[in-house]
């Protein structure tokens, strides 16, 4: 697996109030398999994690949504939490951005909350995927099938429940980001 990871780069993209194990645990996973990651924030500024119940670590950016082009990246992962998704949901460069890697065929890793973003930016309709059970009612309203599983994966488009997940989240990304480009995967 080592020699397909080889200068891979995967954006992150998240605001304040992500869920912190959501993005350090991936991040780690990727990392340790020589992946380069990059923390992808609104402003270019630190971003503050929560955990569990109470506010966590406050994240270093790399860089600022202006400047990050998702051609540049191999693959993008969204970290839940509740607070962060409901941010970047509304905000109109956050949901381009995301639109792109799909369009590219781009693997995609979305835990938790996070597909809260992937509603409003158009790409779950016929798409099969889960979540936190607590969205699942929004997905399926936007025309996804929603499963009860610990990872999905939908031609390149991976996601989890919640943290109890994150084993079979990171394992599965690392394949479908070592894999590339899927040409099923679309917005």
């Not at 499963?147 to 990304?173: H, I, Q, Y």
Request: include cysteine.
């Amino acid at each position: 697996m080592a020699n397909q990871l080889d200068g891979k780069r995967v954006a992150i993209l998240a605001a304040d109030g992500f869920e912190e194990s959501e993005l350090a645990s991936p991040r780690a996973a990727l990392q340790g398999q020589g992946v380069e990651t990059h923390v992808v924030t609104l402003d270019g500024k630190g971003i503050r994690a929560w955990a569990e119940t109470e506010w966590g670590e406050t994240y270093d950016a790399d860089k600022a949504l202006d400047d990050a082009d998702p051609t540049n990246y191999h693959a993008l992962l969204l970290p839940g939490g509740l607070f962060n998704p409901d941010t970047l949901r509304t905000n109109e460069k956050a949901l381009s951005f995301v639109k792109a890697f799909f369009q590219a065929g781009k693997p995609v890793a979305a835990i938790c909350h996070a597909p809260w973003i992937l509603i409003n930016a158009g790409v779950v309709d016929g798409r099969k995927l889960t979540s936190v059970p607590s969205i699942a009612q929004d997905l399926k309203n936007a025309g996804a099938e929603w499963v009860d599983e610990s990872v999905v994966c939908d031609s390149g488009f991976v996601t989890s429940r919640t943290p109890k997940d994150l084993d079979d989240f990171n394992a599965k990304f690392i394949e479908e980001l070592g894999e590339g480009r899927h040409s099923n995967q679309h917005a």
